[in-house]
């Protein structure tokens, strides 16, 4: 079964500096990676993906994230936090495009002025 | 706005009681997902239905029960209801492309159930 861990249940950055958000994952196949966003009060909205390809990625919001097999890793990163980047983030992984989405316990990001 | 919608936003309730949450899928999107998000267990596959059969079953309780209606929307019905069944509900759809791939799932904004 496939499961994902999250690094940091809460990070913190400063306006404009880089925000790095971790996340690794474990499958017995090559799996399907995602990363969502969680304003407060409001659904999930996707940010990016992995599936075939490419193994850097990039996303809405000036986002990217790097799928590194060797590492089962696919940390998602943006060189500049912006405040309106405060949420909470959460990565999934799943072996299909049709299957349920299995989600780590999220990231509280937070950005100070 | 992801193209799914969900009702009610909020419901409160009393333990012991039955609600039913409804999701209407993207337009196309032939799945639906419902998930249930607590602070304990975070966010947490609960029942998948494609094109009205149920395709997959994650950790729902048997108290939970789901259909997904000619139309495509589904509801979410909840019974005997306890205090630990206070959570955020959200329903996902995808259009689930035919030869697998890396469907998104666009999620509703949830429905927040609160039982006292």
């Known amino acids: 079964a496939q499961s994902v861990t999250q690094l940091g249940s809460h990070v913190s950055v400063s306006e404009g500096a880089l925000v790095l958000l971790r996340c690794n994952y474990s499958s017995s196949v090559p799996p399907y990676l995602f990363w969502y966003v969680q304003y407060p009060n409001q659904g999930l909205q996707l940010l990016l993906k992995y599936t075939t390809g490419a193994t850097l990625v990039k996303g809405i919001n000036g986002f990217e994230a790097e799928f590194k097999k060797s590492e089962t890793s696919f940390h998602l990163t943006k060189p500049s936090a912006h405040m309106s980047d405060a949420a909470e983030y959460f990565c999934?992984?799943?072996?299909?495009?049709?299957?349920?989405?299995?989600f780590g316990k999220g990231t509280r990001l937070s950005v100070i002025a | 706005d992801s193209g799914v919608t969900q009702t009610p936003k909020h419901l409160i309730t009393a333990t012991g009681q039955r609600v039913t949450l409804r999701c209407s899928p993207r337009?196309?999107?032939?799945?639906v997902y419902w998930y249930q998000q607590s602070l304990d267990q975070g966010l947490q596959f609960l029942i998948q239905?494609?094109?009205?059969?149920?395709?997959a079953k994650g950790n729902i309780l048997e108290r939970f029960s789901a259909q997904q209606f000619p139309d495509l929307h589904s509801e979410l019905n909840l019974s005997s209801l306890e205090l630990g069944d206070s959570a955020l509900y959200f329903c996902a759809s995808s259009v689930d492309l035919p030869f697998g791939g890396a469907d998104t799932q666009y999620f509703g904004p949830g429905t927040r159930l609160t039982v006292l």
């Open positions: 239905y494609y094109n009205g059969e149920e395709r």
């Open positions: 999934a992984v799943t072996l299909s495009g049709n299957t349920p989405l299995v």
């Open positions: 337009s196309g999107d032939l799945s």
